[in-house]
């Protein structure tokens, strides 16, 4: 039986026009009736990560933003650049709902054993569409928390922890022994310090500024080189030879950054070198991009040989590469170090209504450190 599950539930939309417009709103959407196998949970909490972002906004120009609507409904309207709008072809005049993960309670359940199982329960959920009231989908995409834990703490259980622990787990995979991880002073960054200081994991860290290498100091990072210091590229390379890294993942994307971790990679492993190869060393480096905080072209100069890898990595795709059985055993440990290991901070909680205020997006927009916002899609 129900708990208290509503009708209707208000989400947030985004809907790129035909005429080069982005369009975010609130839909109200029938909740529909769980299937035998299928939940209806309360949304308290969902996290506004980078990917989230990229679906929310698109590419459009935030600075061009603007408000209409009503109060309780309100519009944002923001312009596409037109050499952007191709990027977005596939998905010209859909009304597209946003939000990856979240937690919350369950009020519905199916007649299942595993769906009534979850009834009343505290639940992470990963399925899509989670920025809205109630979000009806399969109980198999839902992780009981452990007792005691709230929606905010298990909001971000899947996307970052689980991003973490495949980036380890592709180490691992492919035979590499350390890792380099860019723009590491996010909250994904600090879960990787953190599981690799507690697994033994020599961890590279490339941050672009000076605070965020205080946040990681302030962890007990070993080795954090910062972009903005004259030194960046000695630094990286004494770092990459003290620990052996020839696996890199990489937040950025555009720029240059990728190709710089290759050539100190190449650099690092020379120094070991006894004797010269026109090719460069055989020792394969590899630098996976799965983010795009610089949506600029990726740019590189070949000065590392010919053993080397440059690609896109994501983190579904993975868990379906490594099957059902690996990627339990990843969120085991999840719900085991919720609190400690995986622990999440954010600067701030906003309503659905909150989210759309442009106040509100110039800042979580930028996906600055230590600015991540959480969305409570029932708060108010």
């Not at 790129?16 to 609130?26: A, N």
């Not at 199916?110 to 979000?135: D, E, F, H, W």
Request: glycine content about 10%; charged content about 20%.
């Amino acid at each position: 039986m129900p708990i208290d599950s509503p009708r209707t539930s208000l989400q947030i939309r985004s809907l790129v026009k035909r005429s080069g417009e982005l369009e975010l709103s609130l839909a109200e959407d029938a909740i529909p009736e769980p299937q035998a196998d299928e939940v209806v949970v309360r949304v308290e909490a969902a996290p506004m990560n980078p990917s989230d972002l990229g679906l929310l906004f698109g590419a459009a120009d935030m600075k061009t933003a603007k408000a209409s609507g009503t109060p309780e409904r309100p519009v944002v309207t923001a312009q596409i650049p037109e050499a952007a709008m191709k990027a977005m072809a596939g998905r010209l005049d859909q009304s597209m709902p946003v939000g990856n993960e979240g937690a919350g309670v369950v009020v519905a359940a199916g007649n299942s054993p595993a769906a009534q199982a979850l009834l009343g329960k505290t639940v992470a959920a990963i399925g899509g569409a989670m920025y809205t009231q109630y979000r009806c989908l399969p109980a198999n995409q839902c992780m009981a928390l452990p007792e005691g834990t709230t929606p905010a703490e298990g909001a971000s259980a899947f996307v970052n922890p689980l991003t973490a622990l495949g980036m380890v787990a592709t180490m691992k995979r492919e035979g590499h022994k350390a890792l380099v991880h860019t723009a590491a002073a996010s909250n994904l960054g600090q879960m990787l310090n953190r599981i690799c200081m507690k697994d033994g994991i020599a961890l590279v860290n490339i941050v672009r500024r000076p605070e965020q290498a205080q946040i990681l100091r302030a962890l007990g990072a070993k080795y954090i080189c910062d972009q903005s210091a004259p030194t960046f590229m000695q630094d990286l390379t004494d770092a990459l030879a003290a620990t052996g890294a020839t696996l890199a993942f990489d937040a950025i994307g555009g720029g240059k950054l990728a190709g710089q971790i290759l050539n100190a990679m190449e650099a690092a492993v020379n120094r070991s070198a006894t004797e010269y190869s026109r090719y460069g060393s055989a020792t394969h480096k590899q630098v996976y991009i799965y983010g795009g905080l610089d949506r600029g072209p990726t740019e590189f100069t070949r000065s590392f040989g010919m053993a080397w890898g440059m690609g896109g990595w994501l983190l579904f795709p993975f868990l379906a590469k490594i099957g059902p059985e690996e990627a339990a055993k990843l969120k085991a440990r999840v719900a085991a170090e919720l609190k400690t290991t995986f622990a999440s901070h954010y600067t701030k909680e906003v309503s659905l209504r909150e989210a759309l205020r442009l106040e509100e997006i110039a800042v979580y927009a930028k996906q600055a450190t230590g600015e991540k916002y959480l969305l409570n899609p029932n708060r108010g």
